[in-house]
């Protein structure tokens, strides 16, 4: 594991959040180390995606500070990384591979700039990477599920931040991009930067992750996964829903959380 | 907005029908009415299908197109007779009257009462033959076609009746503000009652006061019927919108603030069991903190601290807060649901 | 070749075509940014609700003076969106019935607020109602300058803001990740939106306005996979159809302009839909074709 720095990458302190009076988050304490890769997980409702755009301030908190690297996200826009839920957007929208992962140099361009040779270069460079060059200019609703994915994935390298904070990007991706996104995220964290991820699969957490926390509206435990991943944390995030109890913590196939039945 | 479309859209059929009978009372007029809405909905669904077109791109697609063909139509071949491009829009309900119904040589009363007497009855008649059908086919779609009810056919027949019921209405209110009386008593309604069978006699009703007061105020004021009934939709919706109790706009605002104080409350008695016999808890419960950590202003923390003291939640010691027993309680309950 | 020779030379049709050719272009260009967002039917509900504006500022303002007009149509129209987006936020009705709801109220209105007038004996409000199905002939040449300006500012803004239209459209998540306010560039778009269909209403008229804003704007969407070429083509098709509707409805009696333009329009799209190359259904079913006999 990298060496953690004496800054913390990410300080939420009685984080509240609630849509109309009716909370998904509360009272959540959390505070993610730099160079980590942490998995976010819990059921359905537990207010997982909640928790990234609150971090983002894309929701407003009721209640509640967040501090990106000790800083106020405001002032820290520019060195976190967002990658949203693939369902979160048209993809039958008039554009192209190489297009979308420019998007990500847009936040340093400011109002009026266009993007030029070198944003076209660093987007093309990223592309290299997570082996989609020669789909650079494939309208994107051509793609497969694992190719868009990678696709958002590069705008959010593209932007060269400290920290990532990613939806669910391993929804709906087949194991080969399974296995090359999370050799993506392990360089990122080689490098020394901080990666939270939205995860489903719980049987993957300890294989990919070094870090996780358990959230079920507030938090119920968050650390490296060697202390947190216990039978007794699964317990009380996931209540009686989980599938298996008796060998959970081995890497049974079967070991997957059945969806809550009431999402909030 | 399918009505809205609907409207607008049969509109050809309506002209075709007339220039080929020359008769504007013609049952015919109604079956192609009937028709050209289920086209429309053919087209919108079909454009849909191919999925080079978002849904509600394709609805704004094809109405118009057959509306222009219908204005089009009429400005050709049917400019000076009795069908005028104004009156399709607008309606003029003022002459109902004098459009009677003759058997035999006997006066029988307007012709628009028993037209939409006719439309009523027929709609009634179809409510109650598939009540239950047409509830779950709206309610639960995928549910409805896997027990074999035909949603998709349930949705054309729904959708010719409104073609059928709008040229009924075209006479009385035109094709625009007939969207009004379609829309705006069920919307009206939806704030009071949440069974079906409630609703659509809530609905029913308002329509009938919509009709009744708008009437009352063209008038009044001397003004169109049509645009008068519209006004009084709205009206009454704006009503329901704004003064339904417990949907309403007055009511939900009068809720959330004291539910801001309530919720306040419970955060705070969250939060301090979170923090409750940990090491941290010198530093975490204090007032000051709240400030710092909620990301409260000053008042707002004192003034929560003191509706939190009030009603036994905290207790204080100087600066230091810690719950009592009923807020310990309440925390644990908020915590667990 | 006789009506290329009156438009060079006659200067009324030169005025109406060109009246018509830059309101086909603006409302193509915004029509494509309304289509991708969702909001095609919007258009219809605000260009309804601009009536009940156009009937208060000629009551009120006593003339008939474009802007003055213009102005009032413009403010009933963004009331009307204003609120439409209180009514989807604070009930469970669903946009769509919002949407008919507000259209058809506004324009009830209008419509009362109109016959309250024409009733009125010393009224000379004649001419109120073209702006139901509008009337290009009646386009002034101060008309063709107030719609070349505000398409000249469609343009700078659309141009100066190109990737922040693009993002906020594509992904206002991400948008606002990044730090864009994207509140505003939405209230920016919707409002250059209103501003194109207050300006259309006389010419396309109040029922018929939303389909010059979504028929170019689909029609465009068939050709192409980039949004610059997609505004691009709009904006073409819109011209086309309006030059050629507007013209058509003077040459020809009794052809109403606003239908025409519509039919023009609609006409492109739903060629478009059919034979544009790689997306078209024609091209679809005969690559459908090759697939199978190749297999």
């Known amino acids: 594991m990298t060496t953690t720095q004496p800054e913390n990458a990410i300080e939420i302190a009685d984080l509240t959040v609630a849509y109309r009076e009716r909370p998904v ?13 942490m998995a976010v997980v819990g059921p359905n409702g537990a207010g997982k995606t909640t928790l990234i755009k609150a971090i983002m301030q894309l929701v407003r908190p009721a209640a509640g500070q967040v501090l990106i690297l000790g800083r106020p996200i405001r002032a820290q826009r520019r060195i976190v990384a967002y990658v949203p839920q693939r369902g979160s957007v048209d993809w039958d929208f008039p554009t192209t591979v190489l297009d979308v992962v420019t998007m990500g140099r847009y936040g340093r361009l400011g109002w009026f700039r266009s993007p030029g040779r070198s944003e076209r270069d660093a987007a093309l460079e990223t592309l290299r990477k997570v082996g989609m060059e020669e789909l650079r200019d494939r309208q994107i609703s051509q793609l497969s599920g694992g190719q868009q ?116 | 907005m399918m009505s809205d479309a609907i409207s607008h859209a049969i509109l050809p059929g309506i002209v075709v029908a007339f220039l080929l009978t020359q008769d504007l009372s013609s049952p015919l007029l109604v079956l192609a009415a009937g028709a050209t809405g289920v086209l429309t909905v053919s087209l919108v669904e079909l454009l849909g299908r191919t999925g080079l077109v978002a849904r509600d791109a394709a609805i704004g697609l094809v109405f118009p197109a057959l509306f222009s063909i219908g204005v089009v139509l009429i400005a050709r ?9 104004d009156a399709v829009l607008l309606g003029e309900l003022a002459f109902a009257p004098f459009r009677r119904l003759t058997l035999l040589g006997v006066d029988l009363g307007p012709r628009s009462l028993y037209l939409m007497g006719a439309i009523l009855f027929l709609q009634i008649a179809l409510l109650l033959l598939f009540y239950k059908e047409l509830k779950l086919a709206t309610f639960d779609p995928a549910f409805a076609a896997a027990i074999g009810l035909a949603p998709a056919a349930l949705h054309y027949g729904l959708m010719a009746t409104v073609s059928v019921t709008v040229v009924g209405a075209f006479d009385a209110v035109g094709s625009v503000l007939v969207v009004a009386l379609m829309v705006a008593p069920p919307a009206a309604a939806h704030f009071f009652v949440r069974r079906l069978s ?14 009744v007061v708008g009437y009352a105020l063209a008038r009044a004021l001397d003004a169109s019927i049509a645009g008068s009934m519209a006004v009084s939709a709205g009206a009454i919706f704006s009503l329901a ?20 104080w309530e919720f306040a409350q419970e955060t705070l008695a969250i939060h301090l069991l979170q923090h409750r016999g940990l090491p941290e808890e010198q530093e975490e419960c204090r007032v000051a903190h709240l400030e710092q950590h909620l990301g409260w202003s000053a008042e707002r923390a004192a003034e929560v601290v003191r509706r939190a003291e009030n009603r036994g939640l905290v207790r204080r010691e100087a600066d230091l807060l810690s719950l009592s027993e009923a807020g310990v309680a309440l925390g644990k309950e908020r915590l667990s649901t | 070749m006789r009506l290329l020779e009156s438009l060079l030379f006659d200067y009324t049709l030169r005025t109406i075509a060109l009246g018509s050719l830059v ?54 129209g963004w009331v009307g969106t204003l609120l439409l987006l209180a009514v989807v936020r604070h009930s469970r009705l669903k946009e769509d019935s919002a949407l008919a709801l507000l259209l058809s109220v506004f324009f009830g209105l209008g419509l009362m607020l109109l016959t309250f007038l024409q009733r009125r004996p010393d009224s000379s409000q004649a001419g109120l109602d073209r702006f139901l199905f509008g009337q290009a002939a009646g386009l002034l040449a101060s008309d063709v300058i107030a719609l070349a300006a505000v398409g000249a500012l469609v343009l700078v803004l659309v141009l100066a803001l190109w990737k922040s239209f693009k993002l906020v459209t594509f992904d206002p998540g991400f948008a606002a990740s990044i730090g864009m306010r994207v509140r505003a560039l939405e209230l920016a778009i ?41 505004v691009g083509l709009a904006a073409l098709f819109g011209a086309l159809a309006g030059v050629g509707g507007a013209l058509l409805s003077s040459a020809v009696e009794k052809l109403p302009a606003g239908p025409t333009i519509v039919l023009g329009a609609s006409a492109i799209a739903l060629f478009s839909v059919l034979l544009a190359p790689h997306r078209g259904l024609l091209w679809r079913r005969l690559r459908a074709r090759r697939l199978e006999v190749e297999s």
Do not use: C
């Not at chain 1, 509360?26 to 890769?37: A, E, Y």
């Not at chain 2, 919108?241 to 801001?260: D, I, M, T, Y």
């Not at chain 3, 018929?208 to 465009?220: G, K, R, T």
């Open chain 1, 149 to 264: 994915q990678r696709v958002f994935l590069a705008r959010a390298l593209v932007q060269d931040a400290e920290v990532y904070l990613m939806d669910e990007p391993f929804q709906g991706v087949d194991a080969l991009t399974e296995r090359a996104i999370v050799e993506l995220l392990r360089e990122l964290r080689a490098r020394g930067k901080t990666v939270v991820v939205v995860h489903h699969d719980l049987q993957t957490v300890p294989e990919y992750f070094d870090w996780v926390t358990l959230l079920n509206v507030r938090r119920i435990a968050s650390g490296p996964v060697a202390e947190v991943w216990t039978e007794r944390n699964l317990r009380l995030a996931y209540g009686g829903r989980m599938a298996i109890l008796a060998h959970e913590l081995a890497p049974a196939p079967q070991l997957r959380a059945s969806p809550a039945p009431d999402e909030r």
């Open chain 2, 77 to 85: 071949y049917a400019g000076d007779v009795h069908l005028d491009t």
């Open chain 2, 241 to 260: 919108f704004l003064l339904a109790p417990e949907r309403g706009l007055v009511a939900a605002w009068l809720r959330r603030r004291s539910q801001r």
């Open chain 3, 190 to 230: 919707t409002w250059l939106m209103v501003l194109a269909i207050v300006l259309g209403l006389q010419t396309v008229g109040v029922v018929l306005m939303s389909s010059m804003l979504i028929a170019p704007a689909v029609a465009a969407r068939q050709w192409t996979d980039r949004l610059g070429r997609m």
């Open chain 2, 198 to 211: 409630a609703f659509l006699a809530l609905s029913a009703a308002f329509g009938i006061a919509t009709a």
């Open chain 3, 23 to 76: 309101l086909g272009a603006v409302s193509g260009v915004l029509g494509s940014f309304a289509v991708l967002r969702r909001q095609s039917l919007l258009g219809d509900t605000v260009s309804h609700a601009a009536l009940p504006g156009i009937v208060l500022a000629f009551m009120l303002g006593g003339s008939k003076a474009p802007l003055a007009l213009m102005l009032g149509a413009a403010t009933a």
């Open chain 1, 25 to 37: 988050l509360w009272d959540v304490d959390l505070v993610v180390p730099r160079g980590i890769l």
